[in-house]
């Protein structure tokens, strides 16, 4: 069974940090991309990060580039997202999600892509101001 499960959120005061975890199994995670995305309430998800398992390439929005780092652990099958100077404004549920080919769709189009295969369940990330 594929699982890919998010951990780390919580409520922290503006400028604080947090570290989100996604945890996955049930899949080769090598093979995977992954990537992580956001949705605060009355507004769409948004593409923020993602890692390209093809050549370790990072992308990052411009939303959070400068404060927000993607980076992976092959040997726990974990990838995580530091966030760093936290805004009230990054308030949303986090979500990981995995495929294996979302790198090459975002680099033909130009931008992240969201039909990614397999999602988790998001964790809530509140930050006061």
């Known amino acids: 069974e594929v699982q890919l499960v998010e951990s780390g959120g919580g409520l922290v005061q503006a400028g604080g940090s947090l570290r989100l975890s996604c945890a996955a199994s049930?899949?080769?995670?090598?093979?995977?991309?992954i990537g992580w995305f956001r949705q605060a309430p009355g507004k769409e998800r948004e593409g923020i990060s993602c890692?390209?398992?093809?050549?370790?390439?990072?992308y990052y929005s411009d939303s959070v580039k400068g404060r927000f780092t993607i980076s992976s652990d092959n040997a726990k099958n974990t990838v995580y997202l530091q966030m760093n100077s936290l805004k009230p404004e990054d308030s949303a549920v986090y979500y990981c999600?995995?495929?294996?080919?979302?790198?090459?769709?975002?680099?033909?189009?130009?931008?992240?892509?969201?039909?990614?295969?397999?999602w988790g369940q998001g964790t809530q990330v509140t930050v006061s101001s």
């Open positions: 999600a995995a495929d294996p080919k979302a790198s090459v769709r975002a680099g033909i189009v130009g931008r992240i892509v969201y039909d990614y295969e397999f």
């Open positions: 890692i390209s398992r093809h050549d370790s390439s990072t």
């Open positions: 049930g899949f080769t995670f090598d093979d995977y991309d």
